[in-house]
């Protein structure tokens, strides 16, 4: 069964701080990497889609790789600001497209 | 991107009662949707899968004659927690899929008293 793993559980830094967050499954049969944004109290944003034959997807300040082989992704944030305060989740979809796997989100703190 | 609406965002309702929860895909078909529930502080646990014209298919120790799901339309699938109790409160989310690419409604807070 597909396992899927966030750290840090929370991380607290500073305005304007580059910062990278980690994600990692144990079956690498997937199809694709999705980068989440959950703010309290609310539904899911989707930040980035990876498919299994790309390495990285990039949107503004984000930059989302994946490592297949390997079992891991990162999401890579740069010059945070207080508005990107929420929780991240990554999930994955395997090859039969009918469930994703969810880890179990870095809830991320950017102080003014 | 495309959207889907669930309703209500917030339910409070008296123990022994059944709460609908509605997951409509506004601007796109979807013959599958997804139910989750998000427990405090936990990442989100998959329920059931909805399949438009047949059957809900439900994970494993999801009980089916509680959570009532219903697909009727290409657009709309209904969650219905029947005689909901307190340990029902928690957070619900539904989802669906276009090719692999998922997207979530807004949730629905259910608050059982």
């Known amino acids: 069964k597909q396992e899927v793993t966030q750290i840090p559980a929370a991380l607290s830094v500073p305005e304007g701080e580059n910062l990278v967050l980690n994600c990692s499954f144990t079956d690498s049969a997937i199809y694709n990497l999705q980068w989440f944004r959950q703010d309290p109290g609310k539904g899911l944003t989707s930040l980035l889609l990876?498919?299994?034959?790309?390495r990285e997807q990039t949107s503004g300040r984000l930059n989302a790789s994946l490592d297949k082989s390997s079992g891991r992704s990162t999401l890579y944030i740069a010059a945070s600001q207080p508005g990107d305060s929420a929780t991240y989740l990554c999930?994955?979809?395997?090859?039969?497209?009918?469930?994703?796997?969810f880890g179990s989100g870095t809830k991320l703190n950017v102080k003014p | 991107g495309a959207v889907v609406s669930q309703h209500p965002s917030r339910v409070i309702c008296k123990s022994g009662t059944s709460v609908k929860i509605e997951c409509r895909s506004l601007d796109f078909q979807a013959t599958t949707m997804f139910w989750y529930r998000q427990f405090p502080k936990q990442s989100l646990m998959l329920m059931a899968t909805?399949?438009?014209?047949?059957?809900?298919?439900?994970e494993q120790g999801v009980e089916k004659d509680k959570f009532l799901i219903n697909h009727a339309s290409l657009t709309l699938s209904t969650l219905t927690v029947t005689s909901a109790h307190p340990e029902d409160s928690s957070f619900y989310i539904c989802?669906?899929?276009?090719?692999?690419?998922?997207?979530f409604g807004q949730g629905t807070r259910l608050t059982v008293v």
């Open positions: 989802s669906a899929h276009i090719s692999t690419e998922a997207f």
């Open positions: 999930a994955v979809i395997g090859s039969n497209f009918n469930k994703f796997y």
């Open positions: 909805s399949n438009e014209g047949s059957k809900a298919t439900y």
């Open positions: 990876i498919q299994s034959s790309q």
